[in-house]
T-cell receptor
Framework: GEDVEQSLFLSVREGDSSVINCTYTDSSSTYLYWYKQEPGAGLQLLTYIFSNMDMKQDQRLTVLLNKKDKHLSLRIADTQTGDSAIYFCAGIDRGSTLGRLYFGRGTQLTVWP | DAGVIQSPRHEVTEMGQEVTLRCKPISGHDYLFWYRQTMMRGLELLIYFNNNVPIDDSGMPEDRFSAKMPNASFSTLKIQPSEPRDSAVYFC????????????FGEGSRLTVL
């Protein structure tokens, strides 16, 4: 199945940009996702990108996809303390038509005021 | 819609006891997933259902774990007997058909086995 790798921790100052990186193994993943988990809560879908796209922007969020290197990144502009959370990268297993997701370990983002 | 509802939110039990975790998916969602989250292993898929039928239970750690979905609005995850290494946060998530990878997660059930 899909293998998704992320760094575990990232610290930034409020107002700076955050870049969270992810690598994946399955080059035929149709969709790649970013989920956010706030303390004491479940995961919520933040954004996603189709595999035929290189970039997607949604307000303060920018997703970049490098298919050649199988690298996905999430950039958060003007990071706020409310952005402190765990961010999960996820992809769909190419062997599944039923939307089975493989998640990375998650990156704990800490934003310092 | 109230979202995915899980109960209990917190459970503390002693080793050897039976634990039952419950989930009510979002109405109309055809897929239901059970995940376990720990610091050591991150988020692991235990089992998922499609239209109440178990599709993939390869993530269930051992025979002590069982999951059922008797109808479209209810699922249980049971651990019998429980062990300290089962301590984790258990999440239920649901998804509509054709929803790609968008899962809707409950708030989780934090299990502590002493």
């Amino acid at each position: 199945g899909e293998d998704v790798e992320q760094s575990l921790f990232l610290s930034v100052r409020e107002g700076d940009s955050s870049v969270i990186n992810c690598t994946y193994t399955d080059s035929s993943s149709t969709y790649l996702y970013w989920y956010k988990q706030e303390p004491g809560a479940g995961l919520q879908l933040l954004t996603y990108i189709f595999s035929n796209m290189d970039m997607k922007q949604d307000q303060r969020l920018t997703v970049l996809l490098n298919k050649k290197d199988k690298h996905l990144s999430l950039r958060i502009a003007d990071t706020q303390t409310g952005d402190s959370a765990i961010y999960f990268c996820a992809g769909i297993d190419r062997g599944s038509t039923l939307g089975r997701l493989y998640f990375g370990r998650g990156t704990q983002l800490t934003v310092w005021p | 819609d109230a979202g995915v509802i899980q109960s209990p939110r917190h459970e503390v039990t002693e080793m050897g006891q039976e634990v039952t975790l419950r989930c009510k998916p979002i109405s109309g969602h055809d897929y239901l997933f059970w995940y376990r989250q720990t610091m050591m292993r991150g988020l692991e898929l235990l089992i998922y259902f499609n239209n109440n039928v178990p599709i993939d239970d390869s993530g269930m750690p051992e025979d002590r774990f069982s999951a059922k979905m008797p109808n479209a609005s209810f699922s249980t995850l049971k651990i019998q007997p429980s062990e300290p290494r089962d301590s984790a946060v258990y999440f239920c998530a649901s998804s509509p058909s054709g929803g790609g990878g968008e899962l809707f997660f409950g708030e989780g059930s934090r299990l502590t086995v002493l």
